[in-house]
């Protein structure tokens, strides 16, 4: 079975600044995706940001970028120059053998 | 193109009465889910399909709960009887086959529910 960890519930980051959301999983597979989606206040959840395991490259999809570290199952989602309306709840989430399995969330408030 | 649709978007029910939520997927998807949201348990994967065939309903709480998709473009989620528990808001998503599974969840705007 897969398992999604994401051990920070809230964090908090300054307008403009970068912050950094962890997110650790396991999974038997050897090939699968894994995605962070956001889900602001009005509650639709939305695709930030897809990674390939067999890639090496870290996705990055403008301000969003991957730290993939595939041995260690850790794909950490850091968000540069933050905007307010990165404000959101944000979940890790990968999707081995047809099985999407998704973390707890992580709160992110922005400070303007 | 049209999203992931789901209704109703708000139902107000009292326990004991039936519930029927709806999920139209996004055309030529052929995987759907359903999940429940709450603050208590967060987002929990309640079934899902592969070309209109369950494939995981592990995460159905109970018996009370039933899902169904008779084609490609049409799934229903029932709670019969409601219970105040079944307080939620439930999420239907559609994705498409990539490499070795599912590719990204594409989500509709959920269904929240409040059994009184």
């Known amino acids: 079975a897969q398992t999604v960890t994401q051990s920070q519930p809230e964090m908090s980051v300054q307008e403009a600044e970068t912050v950094t959301l962890s997110c650790t999983y396991d999974t038997s597979e050897s090939d699968y995706y894994l995605f962070w989606y956001k889900q602001p206040p009005s509650r639709q959840m939305i695709l930030v940001i897809r990674q390939e395991a067999y890639k090496q490259q870290n996705a990055t999809e403008n301000r969003f970028s991957v730290n993939f570290q595939k041995a260690a199952k850790s794909f950490s989602l850091k968000i540069s120059d933050s905007q307010l309306g990165d404000a959101a709840m944000y979940f890790c989430d990968t999707g081995a053998n047809s099985k999407l399995t998704f973390g707890k969330g992580i709160t992110l408030s922005v400070r303007p | 193109d049209a999203g992931v649709i789901q209704s109703p978007r708000h139902e107000v029910t009292e326990m004991g009465q039936e519930v029927t939520l709806r999920c139209k997927p996004i055309s030529g998807h052929d995987y759907l889910f359903w999940y429940r949201q709450t603050m208590m348990r967060g987002l929990e994967l309640l079934i899902y399909f592969n070309n209109n065939v369950p494939i995981d309903d592990s995460g159905m709480p109970e018996d009370r709960f039933s899902a169904k998709m008779p084609n490609a473009s049409f799934s229903t989620l029932k709670i019969q009887p409601s219970e105040p528990r079944d307080s939620a808001v439930y999420f239907c998503?559609?994705?498409?086959?990539?490499?070795?599974?599912?590719?990204?969840?594409?989500f509709g705007e959920g269904s929240r529910l409040t059994v009184l």
């Open positions: 998503a559609s994705s498409y086959m990539r490499l070795v599974g599912p590719g990204e969840l594409f």
